[in-house]
């Protein structure tokens, strides 16, 4: 059997002992593609899920789909975002729509129920069902139609990986990655779109270049800083308010891109200087093994689904790109919590057991 990639990364304790653990891998790395620190294997593949969102617009913005649309910094936040169903995320999509003669009927994204539960309780006592616009990915899915368009390609297929606007977006997905698109393991992701597995350093090469792009093209590197700014100063599209990404981002303002993916993904770019005058644009890629996914029923002092917040939130720590005051502020996300029983007493903690290993010969 070969070795794990994967090292302890959470820990939930009861009385004196660990009684549940959380593996997982980190690699962070600056724009010139240098391993900055790591913990467990940073070669480790495994897909971005909706972390490749913001790589998977790249292609319309660079080609000129900004100013072809006349689209707003709200929309372009949208078109990268795995927003919560609201209303006012509808409004943008349908917005976005409009202006690009792209249909909610043309989206094969499917359905599913908003993860805004005050939107989801509304709809059902309003009896209405959702549709394609309240899925989480109906932006980046409007974006992929609105560049067949642009293109004047099909559109009836345009989630075939075969598909000239697939086939554009993986290639620029890879050349953000510093690899070669045979290099890009292809699947198909929960909203029916390709997905893209590349090691962790890779993927953080990519959420480094995107938040500092002075080494791309002149157009990439326009495309990319008018997505990190739409993201950072809309984060609300990002997500909503039952989002981490949006937290983070509201709370660290102008420093931090977070864009989440499923099964325990986490992708963050951090700007050029936000350590200090003179730090790097730095990626960082967080993979936590089990998926940490949170159970339909949650019981008390049940942490899943809490894993990759808090441990997004102790490397940040650890690198220094967070404040205390700004971890106190995310409370609600960790990275430690207390352990309660049902009567509310602590019975033990949950918390980030992850200690960076640093490249001391990489600028810090």
Not at 44 to 59: D, G
Not at 255 to 270: D, T
Not at 334 to 357: D, E, M, S, Y
Request: aromatic fraction near 6%; hydrophobic fraction near 35%.
């Amino acid at each position: 059997m070969s070795e794990s990639p994967y090292l302890p990364i959470f820990e939930l304790t009861r009385g004196e002992i660990v009684e549940s653990i959380h593996y997982g891998a980190v690699a962070v790395v600056d724009a010139e593609g240098r391993l900055v620190a790591s913990y467990g294997d940073p070669d480790a593949v495994t897909y971005l899920r909706s972390s490749a969102k913001p790589f998977q617009a790249l292609p319309l913005f660079e080609n000129g789909g900004v100013e072809t649309y006349h689209l707003t910094p709200r929309e372009i936040a949208l078109i990268c975002a795995s927003h919560s169903g609201m209303d006012e995320h509808v409004s943008v999509v349908q917005g976005i729509q409009a202006k690009t003669g792209v249909k909610e009927s043309d989206l094969l994204c499917g359905t599913h129920t908003p993860s805004h539960q005050p939107t989801a309780e509304a709809l059902r006592q309003r009896g209405k069902k959702p549709t394609p616009n309240r899925h989480n990915c109906s932006g980046k899915h409007t974006g992929m139609v609105a560049f067949a368009r642009m293109r004047g390609q099909p559109t009836a297929d345009y989630i075939n990986p075969a598909h000239p606007v697939q086939q554009e977006i993986l290639k620029t997905f890879a050349e953000m990655c510093g690899v070669t698109p045979d290099q890009v393991k292809v699947g198909i992701d929960g909203c029916s779109a390709p997905n893209f597995a590349v090691p962790l350093r890779s993927a953080a090469l990519a959420y480094a270049r995107l938040c500092d792009p002075r080494g791309l093209e002149a157009k990439r590197a326009q495309a990319c800083r008018a997505i990190t700014a739409a993201m950072t100063t809309n984060p609300d599209m990002v997500g909503g308010p039952d989002s981490f990404d949006t937290h983070l981002m509201e709370t660290a303002f102008g420093r931090i891109v977070c864009k989440g993916g499923a099964e325990g993904y986490q992708a963050l770019g951090v700007f050029a200087g936000a350590r200090g005058r003179q730090s790097p644009g730095l990626g960082i890629a967080i993979k936590i093994s089990d998926g940490d996914l949170a159970g339909h029923s949650r019981q008390a002092g049940d942490h899943r689904g809490h894993a990759r917040p808090a441990v997004t939130l102790e490397i940040l720590h650890q690198l220094g790109v967070i404040s205390p005051t700004e971890l106190i502020a995310l409370a609600e996300y960790g990275p430690t919590f207390p352990v309660n029983n049902w009567r509310k007493i602590i019975v033990g903690q949950a918390r980030p057991c992850c200690k960076l290993q640093l490249n001391s010969q990489q600028p810090s």
